[in-house]
């Protein structure tokens, strides 16, 4: 059974930073495309990035800017998502996602598993 549990979020002001982590448990991680979606309170939920099986391809949403940076650790089945500069508008519950394809993929269909969310709120 794949799991997938996020870690890291919390309050924080603007112009600050956090590191999301999600750690998998499951046995073909060094094989899955994973990404980073976000969901406001009335909203869709929508993507933030994507890293391919190896970690030398990665994709963000344009409101990233670069201010977030995606990266994996496939020795410790984690991904993370590292977040600075952010803004009041970046609170929403993030949600760390797996496929079985090992590319980079941008919608929340093309994912199979999913983890339960952690909540970033940022104060302005």
């Known amino acids: 059974q794949v799991q997938l549990v996020e870690s890291g979020g919390g309050l924080v002001q603007a112009g600050g930073s956090l590191r999301l982590s999600c750690a998998a448990s499951m046995r073909t991680f060094s094989n899955n495309g994973m990404g980073w979606f976000r969901q406001a309170p009335g909203k869709e939920r929508e993507f933030v990035a994507t890293i391919n099986w190896s970690g030398s391809s990665t994709y963000y949403a344009g409101f990233v800017q670069g201010r977030f940076a995606i990266s994996r650790d496939n020795a410790k089945n984690t991904v993370y998502l590292q977040m600075n500069s952010l803004k009041p508008e970046d609170t929403a519950v993030y949600y760390c996602?797996?496929?079985?394809?090992?590319?980079?993929?941008?919608?929340?269909?093309?994912?199979?598993?999913w983890g339960q969310g952690t909540q970033v709120t940022v104060s302005s």
């Open positions: 996602a797996a496929s079985t394809h090992s590319g980079n993929l941008y919608a929340v269909d093309e994912y199979d598993y």
